[in-house]
């Protein structure tokens, strides 16, 4: 049985199964529901079992679960279907190194007491080890100064490779928004004209943030493939075998941290309009229509670094004049997507300059955010091409 002193947090929409309660003994139980913030249940809690119920094949919200643990002190135990019922989630938790344990939901009640002792003990041995790293820390305070300079070097680095203009064909017309949380960005995007008629887009978040986080943007920068070279010619890499050869880039890498990430990758023809686009676990783009309408762009995909081998969808779309397209990353859906988002500046005639400063006098005032990078970008198909206006913008290149 569990240590009597001991109390375990369950995390989840159902109840807490019969089993579970016959190996925790009489050491307590705390329901906590999915929605509600983990951190601060984790850190009063000696294990946290975890069932993910529906959000097991949401590959997003499970990355995003995951880099909230190894932020907080608890270990957790996910409690999941047999592995032969769902081997993706299996393999996704188990291929990722971190203060987890994997159990199915039909084991016995010995053997959840079993793990969850075990996970006791690992959290114990982690609990010692952070103290010294904590110790550690303080010791070396002094070279702090050195460190922030490094970190605004490497803030510098990362910015040079972003886009220096946003270009300009035929009646496309863009701007972003990009806010890292601290120094540097999880999040990463490009614009590119990749031919008389097609421009490249794409935003991409490393889940996670800080310097892990902005390593793996640098890899995605690179690797990213839009065209090939073939003889003396070439051609455009549509946006759904761009995402598939990066992700086996990725997976062939083996990281250890922060190797999970999303995108949204779209290509348009600038003289038909016609945009192809795919997602890897990204929030969905979306599209307003003139008059405020407002369209998902849907794309089945699941994150990049996770399964080899894994094939992306794309989706066709066609644009007209007046349309306007968001692409963005998930730390900004709170703001876009809120009950108090931007659903005004959608269905007025604003500018995408002034959609901009409108987002950020948001942000700037919103005080409930979560912490997390923001990346949002935004394309308009103008009924008058006319040359754009230069407007640097608060956080922005």
Same mark, same amino acid.
């Given at each position: 049985?569990? %240590?009597?002193?001991?109390?375990?947090?369950?995390?989840?929409?159902?109840?807490?199964?019969?089993?579970?309660?016959?190996?925790?003994?009489?050491?307590?139980?705390?329901?906590?529901?999915?929605?509600?913030?983990?951190?601060?249940?984790?850190?009063?809690?000696?294990?946290?079992?975890?069932?993910?119920?529906?959000?097991?094949?949401?590959?997003?919200?499970?990355?995003?679960?995951?880099?909230?643990?190894?932020?907080?002190?608890?270990?957790?135990?996910?409690?999941?279907?047999?592995?032969?019922?769902?081997?993706?989630?299996? +393999?996704?938790?188990?291929?990722?190194?971190? %203060?987890?344990?994997?159990?199915?939901?039909?084991?016995?009640?010995?053997?959840?007491?079993?793990?969850?002792?075990?996970?006791?003990?690992?959290?114990?041995?982690?609990?010692?080890?952070?103290?010294?790293? !904590?110790?550690?820390?303080?010791?070396?305070?002094?070279?702090?100064?050195?460190?922030?300079?490094?970190?605004?070097?490497?803030?510098?680095?990362?910015?040079?490779?972003?886009?220096?203009?946003?270009?300009?064909?035929?009646?496309?017309?863009?701007?972003?928004?990009?806010?890292?949380?601290?120094?540097?960005?999880?999040?990463?995007?490009?614009?590119?004209?990749?031919?008389?008629?097609?421009?490249?887009?794409?935003?991409?978040?490393?889940?996670?943030?800080?310097?892990?986080?902005?390593?793996? !943007?640098?890899?995605?920068?690179?690797?990213?493939? !839009? +065209?090939?070279?073939?003889?003396?010619?070439?051609?455009?890499?549509?946006?759904?075998?761009?995402?598939?050869?990066?992700?086996?880039?990725?997976?062939?890498?083996?990281?250890?941290?922060?190797?999970?990430?999303?995108?949204?990758?779209?290509?348009?023809?600038?003289?038909?309009?016609?945009?192809?686009?795919?997602?890897?676990?990204?929030?969905?783009?979306?599209?307003?229509?003139?008059?405020?309408?407002?369209?998902?762009?849907?794309?089945?995909?699941?994150?990049?670094?996770?399964?080899?081998?894994?094939?992306?969808?794309?989706?066709?779309?066609?644009?007209?004049?007046?349309?306007?397209?968001?692409?963005?990353?998930?730390?900004?859906?709170?703001?876009?997507?809120?009950?108090?988002?931007?659903?005004?500046?959608?269905?007025?005639?604003?500018?995408?300059?002034?959609?901009?400063?409108?987002?950020?006098?948001?942000?700037?005032?919103?005080?409930?955010?979560?912490?997390?990078?923001?990346?949002?970008?935004?394309?308009?198909?103008?009924?008058?091409?006319?040359?754009?206006? !230069?407007?640097?913008?608060?956080?922005?290149?």
């Amino acid at each position: 049985m569990v %240590q009597a002193k001991a109390k375990l947090l369950w995390v989840a929409e159902g109840p807490v199964p019969a089993a579970l309660r016959r190996a925790a003994g009489e050491a307590g139980i705390e329901c906590c529901r999915p929605g509600q913030p983990l951190k601060p249940q984790l850190e009063q809690a000696a294990v946290a079992v975890i069932h993910p119920n529906g959000d097991c094949n949401d590959s997003a919200r499970m990355a995003k679960l995951l880099f909230e643990i190894e932020h907080a002190s608890a270990v957790v135990l996910f409690m999941l279907p047999p592995e032969h019922k769902n081997p993706r989630i299996w +393999k996704m938790l188990t291929s990722r190194r971190g %203060q987890h344990v994997c159990v199915s939901e039909e084991s016995s009640p010995a053997e959840l007491s079993a793990s969850i002792n075990a996970v006791m003990r690992l959290q114990s041995s982690i609990g010692q080890l952070r103290q010294e790293l !904590t110790e550690l820390r303080a010791s070396g305070a002094s070279n702090s100064d050195e460190l922030n300079e490094e970190m605004r070097l490497a803030a510098r680095l990362q910015r040079d490779f972003l886009p220096r203009r946003l270009p300009e064909v035929g009646p496309i017309r863009f701007a972003v928004l990009y806010r890292p949380l601290g120094w540097v960005s999880g999040d990463i995007y490009d614009i590119a004209r990749l031919d008389e008629n097609h421009v490249g887009f794409y935003v991409a978040d490393a889940v996670g943030h800080g310097m892990p986080a902005a390593l793996l !943007t640098m890899f995605i920068k690179k690797a990213l493939q !839009t +065209k090939r070279i073939i003889g003396n010619s070439y051609q455009i890499v549509p946006p759904e075998e761009a995402l598939t050869e990066l992700n086996d880039d990725i997976c062939r890498q083996s990281l250890s941290s922060c190797q999970f990430c999303t995108a949204a990758y779209c290509v348009i023809n600038v003289q038909n309009l016609t945009m192809t686009c795919a997602r890897a676990g990204h929030p969905e783009p979306l599209l307003v229509r003139p008059g405020g309408r407002v369209e998902k762009v849907e794309a089945q995909g699941s994150l990049l670094g996770i399964f080899e081998q894994e094939k992306y969808a794309a989706t066709s779309v066609q644009l007209a004049p007046g349309d306007r397209l968001i692409v963005y990353s998930d730390g900004a859906e709170p703001v876009l997507m809120g009950p108090e988002g931007l659903d005004a500046p959608w269905r007025e005639h604003m500018s995408r300059e002034e959609f901009i400063l409108a987002l950020t006098a948001r942000i700037e005032s919103a005080h409930d955010l979560p912490p997390d990078d923001m990346t949002v970008l935004v394309l308009d198909v103008l009924e008058n091409p006319s040359p754009a206006r !230069t407007i640097t913008f608060p956080g922005s290149r």
